[in-house]
C-alpha cells in the first residue's frame, strides 16, 4: 500500500464510503506493507547519493545491464562492484555515459554535481599487491561524493614512507587502511591519528595468511582505539562506511 | 499505538476531528508500531501454548523470580531451563506450585489440561552423560504438551540395544536424539525411521571432541536424509521444535 | 532370508522336516538378515513418496541413468540432485517423461496424483545467489508431495521486503529459509512464525564468511527458538525434512 | 628533546655557539625524539576530549590508583575500563570526585562541561545478558562527550520490539549495536538506518557460539552496507569510535 | 527375545499351538531384538578378556561402585579410568581385593590367570608430563593380559635417549606412542620397528599446542606407515587396540 | 661405513695395523653411519614383503619409472600410490609385468607366491563416492600378501545393508572402515566387532564437511574402543597398518 | 628534507636568514620527513648485502624487468622470487648476466666477489617434494653471501640417512630445516645441534596437514629449545634470517 | 657403552681375547648406544652455557629441588621456568645461592664468570602486561651469559615511543620482540633493523585474539624479511635462541 492508496482509503473513511472495522481490517496489516519503508529508503538516497548497489560476480553482463537499467529509471546513479569489462561493454550499451574504473573493478553512473563536504578521506595502502582492494575503496568513497586522497604502498616494515607523508595522515577526516599478510599498518595509522580508521583486511599473503583471516585477526585486536573493521578484500564496504562518516552532520544540515 | 488508540484516530478522521495529513503523518509510523505484532505474539501462545521462556545462567534467584512472577500475570505458563536449585526455591516463594524438574534443570508453571496432539516424541540419547540434555529436552516437549517416550543409553558401539527397542523408533512421530563423542546415533536412527529427526550434539567427549564441535559437524554430514541439527547442549531448542513438529495439523485446525 | 523362505523354514518346521536345533541355528543369524528391514523400507516409500535420491556429482550421465532405470522398475518415482543437463539427456534416454529443473539442478521422475497435505511449505531466501539451493528445497518439496510457496530476495538489509509479505510467513505450516553471508535471516523469520523453520546455510559470501561457516553458526546460535539445521548448501536436505514434518499426521493417518 | 631545548639549540647556532656541524649531528637522531609526537598527542586530547584511557584486569587496585594521580597531573581527565569496586575504592582515595558506573564497569574523572555535538549516539542491545557490553560502551560515550541513548534488549526474534523503537533508530547519528548468540540485530539496524553502524559481537552465547566467533562472523559478512565490527566484547572500542565519529566536522571547527 | 523364548516358540509351531502366520508376526520383528547380540558380547569377553569399562569422570564414586557390583555379577573383570581415590574407596567397599594404579588412573578387578600371548607390548613416551597418559595406556594392556613394558622420556630433542633403547624398539610386538607438544615420537618410533604403532596425542604443551591439536595433526600427518592415532589423552584406547592386536592369531585358537 | 670396511678395520686392529686410538676415533661416528639401519631396513622387507612405496602425485610418468627400475634392482617388490595411466605406461615400458589397480589407483610389481596368514583383512565402506580410497587400501593389503574381503556401499543410513553382512564382519581378524560425511560407519563396526578397526575419514561430503574433518573428528572421538584412525583419504596407509596387524605372530614365526 | 636542506635552513638560521620560530616550525614536521631513515637503509645493504627483494607473483614480467631495472640503478643486486621462465626472459633483456636458479624459483643479479664469513649455513630437507621450498632458502642464503651446505630427503621416517650424515649437522652455524607433513623434522635436527634453527614448514601432504598446519603447529610446539619458525612455504625467509645470523659479529666487524 | 668400555674391547680384540665376530655383534648395536652423544652433550653445554633447562608447572617444590640437586651434581648450572616461589623456597633448601628472578618466574643457578660476547641483546615490549613473557626472554639470555637491553611498553598505538629509543634498536646484535593483541610491533621492529628479530607472540588480549593466535598469525606473516617465530608465551624460547645466535662466531672461537 502506497501512501495514494492509503490517502484514498483514509478519504474514503471521512466520507463515509469505507466503515471503521473495514479500515482497521486493512491498516492491522500495516506493519508487513511497504508505506513508511519506502519512505526510508528515498531517506537514504537523499543523504548518501546512493540508493543501491550492485555486486556483480555470478551475475551474467546482460542481467548487470538490466539491473542497471531498472534502477537509473528510479534514481539518478548506479554503483556496479567487482565488474569485468564484460560486464562494462553490456552496461555501455544501454547507458554510453557510464564510467569504468578498471583497477577499481567498478562500474559507475553517478552525478558530478553532488556538493562535497569539507572532510578529506585517506585511503592508506601496506603493499602493491593491495591496490585493487585498495582502488575498490576509493572509488566507491568518490563516487559517493567525497574528496579522496591515497597514500599506497607503505607498509610498516619501511614505516618511514609512512611517516613522510604524515600531513596527510593529519588532515584527513576519515581514514581507510588496507593491509594483507600481517595488517599491522591498522595500528600504525591509528596510532597516528584522531579521526576514524576503518581497517580492511585483504586476502594477500600465502601460508599462514590463511586467505586473510591473520589480517583480520591482527585488526579486530588493534591495540590503537580507533578502529574498526570490514570483511576481507571488503574495500566497497570500507568506502561506503567512510563516506557515512564523512557526510556526517553536513548531511543532517541538507536534510 | 494499540488497536483502541487506532480506532479512536480513524472515528476522529471520519468525524471531522482530525485532517487526512495529520492521520497520514501518524499512520507513516505505523509500521514500527506495536499493532499488528501483539496479535501475533497472542497467536503464538494460543497455538504454541508457551509464549515465554527463561534461560536462567547469569540471572539471579531473585531476578528469575521475578520475571515469573511478571510472566504469569499475563500468561498462564512459563518455563525456565538451566535453572539450579536456589532459582526454584526463588521461585517457589512467589508460586508455590511450580515444579522443579532436577535432571532437567527446568522450572515450569504450566497448564496440565492441554490436549495433547495423538503423535509421540521419542527422545533417544547415547551416553550416560548425555543425560542433562536429554532430560531438558524430554521435559520441554512434555511441558508444552505433548506425549514423549524415552530411550536412553543406546549408543551405537552396541547398537543392539537400539534395535531392540525399534518398536519405539518406528512409532515416534518426532524424534529427538542427543549425543556427543562422534554423534553417530543421529544417523543410525534417522536411517531407521521416516520421520523427522532433530539432533542435538553435546560437549561430553574430550581431547579432538572439542567441545561437542566433532559431535556438531557429524550431524550436520548425516548421510541420513530427515536429519536437522539445532546447537550443541540445546536440548531446550529439540524439545522445542519437537513440539512445535508434533502440533502440526493439530494446531493449524485450532486457529 | 526373505520372507517366502522363513515361511518355508516355518512350515517345515511344522510339519517335521526340520528340527528345533536347525531351526534355531538359522534364526540365530536373523538379525543380520534382511528381513525387517525390507519391510521398513518400503513403509519408508509409503509414507514419504520418495525410496530413494540419487546425488549426482561424481558420477557419469551414463550411471545416473542407469541407477535410475534400475530404481524404476522397483519404484514409480525417482529424484536426482545436482544434476548438470548431461545427466538429463542420459536420463531421458531411458525415460522420456523425466523432468529436468534448471535452476533447482533437479531431475524428477514422480507421480503426479499423490494427494497433498492442506498445510504450506515456505521457501525464504536473502538474495539472488542463493537461489539454486532456495529452489532445490522448493522443487524437493514439491516434487515429494507438498504446496510449497516461495519468498526470494528478501534479506534483511531490507526488512522491509519480507514484512511486506508476512502473510505468506504467517500462513505457512513448515518454512524454509535459505541465506549466505551472515544468515540473520533464518532468525527474523524464526521470530515471526510460530512453525518449525528449516535454515539452510549457503557458501554465497567473500571473505571472512569461509564457504558457509559465518551463516552456519549464526543458524546455530539463533535466539529464535524454533529454528533448526542443515548442512552448507543442503537444499535438498530441508525440501525433504519440510516434506516429512508437512506430512504429520496426514501421514499417521493413511498408514 | 622538548620544543625548548630545540628552541635553545637553535639560539645557540644562530649566536654562534653551536656550529652547523654540531647541530646536524643532533638532529640527524630527531626523527627519532619526542618532539613532533608530543604534540600530536595533545593534538589528540584537544579534539577527542580523552588523552588516556587504562585497562584494569592483571593491574592491582594501587595500580590503577596511581596511574590515575599521574595522568590527571598532565590532563583533566582519565577513564579506567573493566574495573571493579576494589579498583574504584583505591581511586577514591587519591581523587575523590571520580565516579564508578558499575555496570559499564568503568571509572571516569572527566569534564562535565564540554560542549557536545547536535548529533545523538545510540547504544542498541540485543538481550539481556549483552548488558555490561552495552553500558561499557554507553558511558564511553557519554563521558567522551556526547548525548546518547539507549534501546536495549530488542533481539531479532521479537523484531517489533525494535521496530516500535524505529524513531530513535531514525534520530541517530551513529549507532552501536551490542549482540551475541548469532548478532544478526546488527544487520537488522544496518538496514533501517542510513548512518554509521559500530557492531560489538559479544561472548553471550553456548556451544557453537564459540565464544563470540559466531556472532563476529556473522557481523563481519552483514549484508547491510555501512556495518564496521571491533572485537568480541570491545564496548569502549565501540563507544570510542563513536565518539570520534559523532565529533566529526565538529571537532575540525573547533580546532 | 532370548534363546529360551525363541525355542518355545518353535515348539508351539511344530506342535501346532502357534500359526505360521503368529509365527512370522513374532519373527518380524527379530532383527531388533536381542538373540544375536548376546551371544556376540559373550564372544568379546571370551576373546579380548573385557567385556565392559567404566568411564568415571561426571561419576559418582558412589555410581561406579554400584556399577561395578552389577558388572562382576557376569563378569569376573571390571576396568574403571580416570578414577581417583575416591573412587577407589567406594569400589574397595564391595569388592576389596579390587586393584589402584595411581598413576594411571585406573582401578581394576581382573583375573590373574589369563594365558598370556607371546608378543611383548612396547609404551614409549616422549615426556615427563606424558607419564598419566603412558600409564593409562600401560595398565589397560597389563590388566587385559599382556606382557608389556615401558621406555619413557625419551623426546626427540635427546634422540640418543630412544636409540639407546632401540632393542626394546626392535622387540616389541606391538607399539604405543604417548607425546604432547609436537608429537614427533611417532613418526620416528614408527620409522625404527616394522609393526604397528598406535599413537596417542596428548594435551601437554602451551600456546599453539591447543590442547592436543598440535600432536594430533602431526600424528595423522606422519610420514612413517605403519602409524594409526586415537583420541587426544586417550591411553586406554590405546592400550585396548594394542591388547586387540597381540590377541591375533592367538586368540583365534582359543575360540 | 658398511659391514666388511667394518670387519676390515677390526682385523687392522687386531693385526696391530691400527691403533686403539684411530680405532676409536673412527668409531666415535659410528652412531651416525649406516651399519644397524641397513639391517633394520632389510629386517622390514623380511617381515613386511614392502621395502618402499612411491607416492606419484607431482612426479612425472618418467620419474615414477625410474625409481621403479632403480628399487627393482635391489628388492623384488614395488608398490606406487596415487598413480594415473601415464604413470602405468612409463612403468610398464621398464617393467612388462607391473600391474595396474584403476580403481585404487596403484601400479605393483609384487611376488605371487608368498605365504597368506589365515587371518582376513576386511575393509567396509560407506559410500559408492568413497570407492577410490577403499580400493586403495584393499589393494596395498593384498599386494602385501593378505586374503582381503570387501563390504561396501553399506552407509548407517541403512544399517540393515550392513547387518546382513554380518558374517564377513564377524570373520574378519583386522578390518578398515572408509567412510566421509560423518564417519559413523567406523563406530558402528567398531561395536560388532572384537577386533582392531582402521577408520579412514575421505574427504567425500560438501559444506560443513570441510574436506573431511567431520569424519575424521567422528572417528577420533568413536564411542567403540577399538577404533584407531589415519589420515583423511589415505587408504594406502589402512592397508599398510591392517597388513601389518595380520601378519602379527604369524610374522614372528617366519623370522 | 634532505641533509643538504637541512643545513642550508641551518645556515640561513646562523645567518639571520631564518628566524627561530621559523626554523621551530619547519623543524616540527621532521619526524615524519626522510632524513633519518635513508641512513638506515644505506645501512641494512652495507651490513646484508641486498637491499631489495622482488615477490614475483601477481606481477608480469614486463613489471619485474622494470622493478629490477629501477633497483639496478641505484644498487648493485636484485633477487626475485617465485619467478618462472617468462618472468627471467623479461629480466634477462634488461640485465644479460642475470641468473635464474629454477629448482629455487629465484632470478639473481649479485655481486660474485663478497667476503663470506666462515660460518656455513646448512639446509636440511625431508622429503623430495620439500625441494623447491630448501632450494629457495639455499639459494637466498648464497645469493646473499654464504657458504651453504644442503643435506636433502632425510625425513625422519628413516632417521639413518639424517644420522649417516651427522657430520654436516655438526659442522654448520646455522641450520634451516625444511618439513611438510608431520615436521618432526625440525625437532630432531634442534635436538642435534646446539646451533639455531629455523625451521619451514611446508605445504606438502594431504588431509589433516590442512595446507601446511600441521607443520607449523608442530614446530611451533618442538620440544627441542632452539628451534624458531616462519611462515609457511617461506624459503626466502629462513635464508635471509639464516644469512642475518651467519652475518653476525662478523658484519661488526665491517660496520 | 661408554668410551671405557669400547676402549676396552677393542683392547680385547687387539690381545686376541676378543674375535672379530663377537666384536662385530657388540658393535652392530652401536647405532642405538650412548658413546657418540655424551659427547655431543657435553658440546653443547661447553658451547651455550646451559646443559639443561626445567619446566616447573606440573612438578612439586621437591621434584624441582630435587632435579636441581642432580643436575648440579654433573654441571655448574640450572635454569628452572615458570617457577613460582614454593619452587624456590625448595630450592633454597638444597642451594641456598639460587636466585629467584621474580617477574621472569624464573630460578637460576648460574655461574658469574663466563666470558660475555661483545653483541647486545634488546628485549623490547608491546605493553606492560606482555612483561612477565618479556622478563623470561630478558633474564633466560642474561642467565645464559649475555649483554641484555630492554625497551618495554613501546607498543605501535603509540610509534614516537619507539622511535625515540631507536638507537637502542640500532645498536643490538639481536631482538627479541614480545607483543600480543595484535603483535604489529614485530614487523615495525623488524623494518628498523637488519639484524634478526625474534617475535614472541604473548596471549595477552581477549575476544578474537584467541589466546595468542591473533598475534601468532600476524608474526608469521610478517613483511618485514628478517623475522622469525616461537610458540605464544614461550619468553624462554626466545631468550635460548638469542643466546645461541649472539654466541655465533665467538663460541666457535672457544671451542
Chains 1, 2, 3, 4, 5, 6, 7, 8 share one sequence.
Request: with cysteine; hydrophobic share 45%.
Amino acid at each position: 500500500m502506497n501512501p495514494d492508496a492509503l490517502r484514498k482509503l483514509l478519504a474514503g473513511l471521512r466520507d463515509g464510503d469505507v466503515s471503521i472495522d473495514d479500515a482497521l481490517e486493512r491498516l492491522r496489516r500495516l506493519p508487513f506493507e511497504d508505506l513508511g519503508f519506502a519512505t526510508v529508503d528515498t531517506h537514504r538516497a537523499l543523504r548518501c547519493g546512493f540508493p543501491e548497489v550492485i555486486f556483480c560476480p555470478g551475475k551474467t553482463p546482460q542481467q548487470v545491464a538490466t539491473i542497471t537499467e531498472r534502477l537509473l529509471a528510479h534514481d539518478a546513479e548506479v554503483l556496479a562492484t567487482r565488474a569485468d569489462r564484460a560486464h562494462y561493454d553490456a552496461v555501455l550499451a544501454v547507458r554510453p555515459d557510464a564510467e569504468y574504473h578498471e583497477a577499481a573493478r567498478i562500474i559507475a553512473c553517478n552525478r558530478k554535481d553532488k556538493p562535497l563536504p569539507e572532510g578529506r578521506v585517506l585511503v592508506v595502502s601496506a603493499g602493491t599487491s593491495d591496490a585493487p582492494v585498495a582502488e575498490e575503496a576509493r572509488v566507491t568513497a568518490e563516487v559517493m561524493g567525497n574528496r579522496v586522497d591515497k597514500l599506497y604502498d607503505v607498509g610498516v616494515a619501511g614505516i618511514h614512507r609512512l611517516l613522510q607523508q604524515a600531513d596527510h595522515v593529519f588532515d584527513a577526516n576519515v581514514l581507510i587502511v588496507v593491509a594483507g599478510m600481517e595488517g599491522a599498518l591498522a595500528s600504525v595509522v591509528g596510532g597516528l591519528t584522531s579521526r576514524p580508521v576503518i581497517a580492511v583486511p585483504t586476502s594477500i599473503g600465502y601460508g599462514a595468511s590463511f586467505g586473510g583471516l591473520a589480517a583480520l585477526l591482527a585488526m579486530l585486536n588493534s591495540c590503537a582505539s580507533g578502529v574498526c573493521v570490514v570483511n576481507i578484500d571488503n574495500g566497497f564496504g570500507a568506502g561506503y562506511i567512510a563516506s557515512l562518516i564523512n557526510h556526517t552532520n553536513i548531511s543532517d544540515a541538507q536534510t
